[in-house]
């Protein structure tokens, strides 16, 4: 079962299909993934945008892994992707949840502007590339401060660190998700509910589920952890991204 047995959509289908709740794949929304795809392993050959470059590795280890996301953010919601690199989760979720209002978040000019670049070339309104750093841009006084819905981050930093950068977008009652794979059960280990507190977040949900290559059954295994924003976050945070490094509080 690969894409040259199955067609890039079946097997794009095949992948979203398992451990996944909540997603149908319209074709539509199939037809602007697998265009995604072919536009990042171009774009891939030029500027080395992602370490995964074949259609199948694409199709489940960011796709399927970025639309698990979808289930747990309800219609109309607006979300903040810290450190979103080439597009992941923004991107497909964009494609696959046109009623979401995404801000895709990072650093490095290349990515922001590979992503509204993208953005265009598939015809999504309803995502918007900010060039910046989150500590910055979440700064106490921005206007993107605690202003989101959600607020995601998937391979960015360790949870401690995430934790602070992340709580400063969310707005009281909203929810941070951080999306993890194995090293989930570690990091949660460091962290208290004391610690938490103080980043006005409440102790998470976790949210476990496979990925799995459908032409070998090969599982990778992923968390989601779901942390409530609880109240305003203190205004000393987020300190500076070398501050966190040096002493995160988890
Ligand atoms: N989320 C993407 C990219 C992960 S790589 C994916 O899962 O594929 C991490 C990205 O985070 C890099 O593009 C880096 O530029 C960005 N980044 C790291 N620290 C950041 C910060 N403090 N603020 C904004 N972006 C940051």
Known sequence: MSKETLGETEYLSACLSQGLRDL???????RKLVQLAGDLVCENEKYNLTAITSFEEIALLHFADSLSLSAFLPAGASLLDV????????????AARPDLKITALDST??????IAAEAGR???????????????VLAPGNPLRESFDFVTA????RLGVLCELCSAGVRQGGSFIAMKGSSAAGETAVMTKAKLATLSLSEPKTESFDLVRPETGERYGRTLLIFGKTGPLPPKYPRSFA???????F
């Open 24 to 30: 149908s794949l319209s074709g539509e929304t199939a």
């Open 83 to 94: 450190g979103s690199g080439a597009g992941f989760p923004s991107l497909p979720l964009a």
């Open 109 to 114: 000019g290349k990515k922001t502007e590979w």
């Open 122 to 136: 598939l015809g999504l309104s309803n995502v918007t590339a900010v060039c910046g750093r989150a500590e910055e």
């Open 154 to 157: 998937r391979a960015v930093a």
């Open 243 to 249: 501050k966190i490094k040096k002493s995160p509080l």
